[in-house]
Every structure is written in C-alpha cells, then in structure tokens.
C-alpha cells in the first residue's frame, strides 16, 4: 500500500509544477513582448532620430495654428476667412510703441508705427513678440539710414517697408534660425 500511496502522490506533483512552470514562462515573454512594444511604439527604446525643425509652416485658412497666440481680442470674434485671395491665412504682429528717428542727413525727423505681417504658424508671432527689443533696434538703425528723397514717394515708402521686413527676417534669423515676416505695414508714418 505504501507504494501504491507513494505513486499516487507523486504524479499530480510533476504535473501540476510543469504546468505552472509553463503558464508563468508564457506570461512573463507575454509581458517581455508588450513592454517592448510599448517602448518602442512611445519612442523610448529605439526611432531616436530626432525631426528636423523645417521652420515655421504655412497655414491654410479655415486651419488649427498648433502654435497659436491667444489674445483679447480673440475671446469674442470667430474668425471666417473669405474664399478669394491667398490660400493661407494672414496673421499680424502690432509693435506697441511708435519708432522715432532721425533720417539721414540729419535735418529730418520721421515717426512710424508699424505692424507685421505673417502666413506661417504662430511662432513668428510669438518670436516678434519675444525679441521686440532686437527688431525695434534694428528698424530704427534702418530709418537712420533713410533719407527724406527716399520716403517722399509712395515707391520710396514701398522700398523701405521690403527693407524693414528683410531687417526684422534678419533679426529672427539671428536669434531664432528662421525669419517669416511676409510685410510690413504703416499704421501711421509722420515726416517733419
């Protein structure tokens, strides 16, 4: 009987031990396998190349800016782009306070406020904003420059708004790697 007893209590134990042996080896290459997917697939582990910033991108109208700016004004109007004209959507950066300068030569003195404009993402927006102190510095650099036959004309005044935005793309470029001023625009403009 002894033997007997002794086979009987032997053989479920092989069984039963192999068979959780088996169930925790498959659970364990189970989680092996996941937690490596998911390593990979939230860029942990491995696809370390890092995306070239190509800039700030164009923004179609009617389309989410991921880098939008909020402001006051947007709290209350919805905006609805017409269906003519650009494809993309303008967006305008006002400079706060007014430029005053000396134009060349000495004998005159010119005062405009000015505005910029945009259709690339809010970026430039928020780098106008971020590195006014630079731009402004540079514009009043540029209307020294100036002399007064050279804004007396309205080709003068065109020529000298395609130099403003070259100087303030120049700035952007300097400090941020990328320009994306389209224009710039006289809100008023004072010759004495």
Do not use: C
């Not at 088996?22 to 290459?29: A, K």
């Not at 800039?55 to 006051?72: F, M, N, R, S, T």
């Not at 971020?130 to 050279?150: F, Q």
């Amino acid at each position: 009987m002894s033997k007997d007893a002794e086979k009987t209590d032997d053989a479920p134990k092989k069984k039963g031990g192999f068979m959780k042996f088996m169930i925790f080896g498959v659970l364990l290459l189970g989680m092996g396998g996941g937690g490596t997917y998911a390593a990979f697939a939230t860029g942990m582990i491995g696809g370390g190349e890092e995306k070239e910033d190509t800039g700030p991108q164009y923004v179609l109208k009617g389309e989410e800016d991921p880098y939008e700016v909020k402001g006051e004004k947007d709290k209350a109007v919805k905006v609805v782009h017409g269906s003519g004209g650009s494809k993309y959507r303008t967006a305008y950066y006002e400079f706060r306070e007014d430029f005053t300068s000396n134009l060349a030569g000495g004998a005159n003195l010119v005062q405009i406020s000015l505005a910029a404009s945009t259709q690339k993402d809010g970026r430039v927006l928020m780098w106008l904003h971020d590195h006014e102190l630079a731009i402004r510095s540079r514009i009043l650099t540029e209307l020294a420059s100036t002399g007064m036959a050279d804004i007396a004309s309205a080709e003068g005044k065109t020529k000298l708004q395609q130099r403003l935005a070259d100087a303030i793309n120049e700035e952007l470029v300097a400090h941020e790697g990328f320009g994306g001023v389209d224009n710039v625009y006289f809100r008023s403009l004072i010759v004495q």
